[in-house]
């Protein structure tokens, strides 16, 4: 049994590096397209080879589910079309446990994304998107996120701590706005519970203006609502909003739970976090459906029919799956089907058809 097993696997994992290597050679083949937009903003070439790069473990984590479905498709077919799967069930091996060391290797897969996703993504998305926004199309850096507050830089000697923002809602929560003079001197600060844009301006609520006048006992004045004249406006702001890309589980887990204690919306980042815990799966999911399909339609169709109904089921996957993130970011349908409804779908096929097969 330990023999086929490892023999089984071995087709597999042969397989799977391969496709993952070809789907991977051809997402960085459409993604090089970027390149003309690089070299627009005179890039170097290491500047360009970095971004890549660090563009690598995004690449995939997005075309790795589509190598473990053909993988589990083709080797199996494979088998099948050599009566190797004849040969097994006439000495007495079930279906299941022909597949079992598949499965396996799709669990580690997933697994595997999962810490990839918790621990290298967040870092090499923060490094290509500072590679692609300082280094090649040379922004200067406006933002800082540290000890859970936000710091921005304005125009004219103007500078932001904010704890909370929503640039949708043209809202900031907890802001201070320092202001400084030609010689990098404080001369005004103001705190406020609250800003909110109304009328094409910021109307700050319950803060505290302070004054620093040379050579004078600094001043200030308390306000419950205060028209103030800045020249960032919340669009300004979005550049800066919580990318849950750049967050891992218990990161964004905090953040959330940060709003939530404010009181601030939160479904859409509830979204997100339920498809963290979802995503890394799609790897098992995508062999639970793949294996019955090679076994089923090998002996109806042939090989080519198999794979070709398989990745529609993989495409209706996706489908499935994008409709109800946006469905349950737009409120229609719970956090938590929205993001795990595609796999639970989709697994209850897979078994379904696994039962079947075994009839």
């Known amino acids: 049994m330990r023999i086929l097993s490892k023999y089984i696997a071995a087709e597999f994992i042969k397989w799977f590096f391969l496709l993952l290597l070809i789907f991977g050679g051809l997402y960085l083949l459409v993604d090089l397209g970027r390149i003309e937009g690089f070299v627009k903003h005179h890039a170097s ?6 971004y890549y790069l660090y563009r690598i473990p995004q690449i995939i984590s997005q075309t790795v589910a589509v190598a473990v479905l053909l993988a589990s498709t083709i080797t199996l077919s494979t088998m099948s079309r050599y009566n190797e799967i004849s040969a097994m069930n006439a000495a007495g091996i ?8 598949i499965l396996a290797l799709a669990l580690l897969i997933s697994a595997a994304i999962w810490a990839g996703n918790e621990k290298l993504l967040p870092l090499t998305n923060k490094r290509m998107e500072y590679i692609k926004r300082i280094k090649i199309r040379k922004e200067t850096p406006r933002s800082l996120f540290k000890d859970g507050r936000i710091w921005f830089r304005g125009e004219e000697g103007v500078f932001y701590n904010i704890r909370y923002m929503s640039p949708q809602q043209d809202f900031l929560q907890e802001v201070t706005v ?8 404080l001369i005004k600060r103001i705190d406020a519970a ?9 109307v700050f609520e319950k803060g505290t203006v302070y004054k620093f006048p040379p050579n004078a006992i ?6 419950e609502s205060k028209p ?17 890309e750049s967050m891992n589980y218990q990161e964004l887990h905090d953040y959330i739970q940060n709003l939530r204690n404010k009181g601030h919306e939160v479904i859409s980042y509830l979204v997100d976090l339920y498809a963290k815990q979802a995503i890394p799966f799609i790897s098992l999911i995508m062999a639970l459906i793949g294996t019955p399909f090679a076994l089923r339609h090998e002996r109806r169709g042939g090989k080519a029919l198999g794979v070709a109904l398989t990745l529609g089921i993989g495409f209706a996957y996706w489908v499935v799956l ?4 946006a469905l349950g970011r737009g409120g229609v349908i719970p956090p938590f089907l929205a993001a795990w409804g595609a796999n639970l779908l989709f697994a209850g096929l897979g078994f379904y058809l696994l039962a079947e097969l075994s009839l």
């Open 45 to 50: 070439w290491q500047d360009m080879a970095a």
């Open 94 to 101: 079930s279906i299941y446990r022909i597949i079992t060391p």
């Open 178 to 185: 320092y202001y400084f003079d030609g010689y990098f001197r």
């Open 194 to 202: 609250a800003a909110k844009w109304v009328n094409d301006r910021w």
């Open 218 to 223: 600094p001043q200030s004045e308390a306000f």
């Open 228 to 244: 103030v004249e800045l020249n960032e406006m919340p669009s300004d702001f979005k550049q800066i909003e919580s990318n849950p």
């Open 322 to 325: 994008a409709m109800g993130l």
